[in-house]
C-alpha cells in the first residue's frame, strides 16, 4: 500500500528565508503526489500536485515542490517566507484500490510551519 | 464556482448523543469523501461514495457512523452514540470523477466536541 511521512511535526523559519517542508513516500509504481494547506478552523486547501513527469511542480502562493525518485521524496518548498504561510501542511499521495480499481487519496500526518517576523 | 458547503461548523453534545453532519459537494463532482481528523493527525478517510454508491466504508465505525448520499449529491454524516474518541473535524470533500490525477476540493469541516 501507499504511504507518505512527513518527518517534521513543526518547522520554523524567519520571515523571507527559505523554506522546506519534508515528505517522503513509498509506493509502487509512479506516483500521484499532493500538497495541501490547512489554516487554523478552515478545510484544507490544494497547492500542488505531482503527476508523473516534469519534477518540479510550481503551485500556488509562490510555492514549489521536487520530486525525486532516487530519495523517494516530495519535499514542498519556497524562496521567501511570510508570516502569512503560517499553516498546517499535508502531504498525500493517492493509491489505488487493487479489487475495485478505485482510488483513494492517503494523508501524512502534518506539519506545522510556524514564520517569525 | 461554489466549493464544498458543510453544516454545522460547530457541534457540541454529550456523550451518547446523536449528531448529524450535512454536505453538499460542488456542483457535477462524482466523487464525495468524508475523512475525519483528530487534532494532531492528518485526515482519515471515513467513507467514499461514487454518485450514490459506496467506493469504500472499511475505516467506518458502523455500530455507531452511519452516511448516505441520497441522488448523489448532498451527503449526511451520522453519529449515533457518540463517544469521547469521536471528537474530531469532519471533513468532507468532493472531485469530478472517479480516479484522474484531479487534487479533491474540501468544505471548511464540522468541528465536534463530545463531553
Known amino acids: 500500500a501507499q504511504s507518505v511521512a512527513q518527518p517534521e511535526d513543526q518547522v520554523n523559519v524567519a520571515e523571507g528565508n527559505p523554506l522546506t517542508v519534508k515528505c517522503t513516500y513509498s509506493?509502487?509504481?509512479?506516483?500521484?503526489l499532493f500538497w495541501y494547506v490547512q489554516y487554523p478552523n478552515r478545510g484544507l486547501q490544494f497547492l500542488l500536485k505531482y503527476i508523473p513527469g516534469d519534477n518540479l511542480v510550481k503551485g500556488s502562493y509562490g510555492f514549489e515542490a521536487e520530486f525525486n525518485k532516487s530519495q523517494t521524496s516530495f519535499h514542498l518548498k519556497k524562496p521567501s517566507a511570510l508570516v502569512s504561510d503560517s499553516a498546517l501542511y499535508f502531504c498525500?499521495?493517492?493509491?489505488?484500490?487493487?479489487?475495485?480499481?478505485?482510488?483513494?487519496?492517503?494523508f501524512g500526518t502534518g506539519t506545522r510551519l510556524k514564520v517569525l517576523a | 464556482e461554489a466549493g464544498v458547503a458543510q453544516s454545522p461548523r460547530y457541534k457540541i453534545i454529550e456523550k451518547r448523543q446523536s449528531v448529524a453532519f450535512w454536505c453538499n459537494p460542488i456542483?457535477?463532482?462524482?466523487?464525495l469523501y468524508w475523512y475525519q481528523q483528530i487534532l494532531g493527525q492528518g485526515p482519515k478517510l471515513l467513507i467514499q461514495?461514487?454518485?450514490?454508491?459506496?467506493?469504500?466504508d472499511s475505516q467506518l465505525p458502523k455500530d455507531r457512523f452511519s452516511a448516505e448520499r441520497l441522488k448523489g449529491v448532498d451527503s449526511t454524516l451520522k453519529i449515533q452514540p457518540a463517544k469521547l474518541e469521536d471528537s474530531a473535524v469532519y471533513l468532507c470533500a468532493s472531485s469530478p470523477r472517479q480516479g484522474g490525477t484531479g487534487e479533491l476540493f474540501f468544505g471548511e469541516g464540522s468541528r465536534l466536541t463530545v463531553l
Open positions: 498525500a499521495v493517492r493509491d489505488i484500490r487493487v479489487a475495485s480499481g478505485t482510488y483513494k487519496y492517503i
Open positions: 461514495f461514487q454518485n450514490n454508491g459506496v467506493v469504500d
Open positions: 509506493v509502487s509504481g509512479n506516483p500521484y
Open positions: 456542483s457535477g463532482h462524482a466523487t
